[in-house]
């Protein structure tokens, strides 16, 4: 089992800043690639970034990509998302996830925190 709990979310201004962080616990963190995703209200959760288990491959949403940053500290079980020039359709539940396999697709993560709320405001 791998217990995932993110922090970091808010309110915050169009073209603000956000990190989220998501702690990781249980099994070997560096053996698990990590994802964000994020769900909006009335809408299916979609795939924002993940992340390799050394870190060394990176892939991005295209409605994220140059504005977010992926990145992932193996020696603190850490993974975090650094949020930047964030607009109103950025809201949403922000959800942390880890998997033996990188993929974009949530149906294939194994495990998931419970989410950090994000709100972009106009």
């Known amino acids: 089992q791998v217990q995932l709990v993110e922090s970091g979310g808010g309110l915050v201004q169009a073209g603000g800043s956000l990190r989220l962080s998501c702690a990781a616990s249980?099994?070997?963190?560096?053996?698990?690639?990590m994802g964000w995703f994020r769900q909006a209200p009335g809408k299916e959760r979609e795939f924002v970034a993940d992340?390799?288990?050394?870190?060394?491959?990176?892939y991005y949403a295209d409605s994220v990509k140059g504005r977010f940053t992926i990145s992932r500290d193996n020696a603190k079980n850490m993974v975090y998302l650094q949020m930047n020039s964030l607009k109103p359709e950025d809201t949403g539940v922000y959800y942390c996830?880890?998997?033996?396999?990188?993929?974009?697709?949530?149906?294939?993560?194994?495990?998931w925190g419970r989410g950090t709320q994000v709100t972009g405001s106009s």
């Open positions: 249980g099994r070997t963190f560096s053996n698990y690639a």
């Open positions: 996830a880890a998997d033996r396999i990188l993929t974009v697709r949530a149906s294939e993560y194994d495990y």
């Open positions: 992340i390799s288990w050394r870190g060394g491959n990176t």
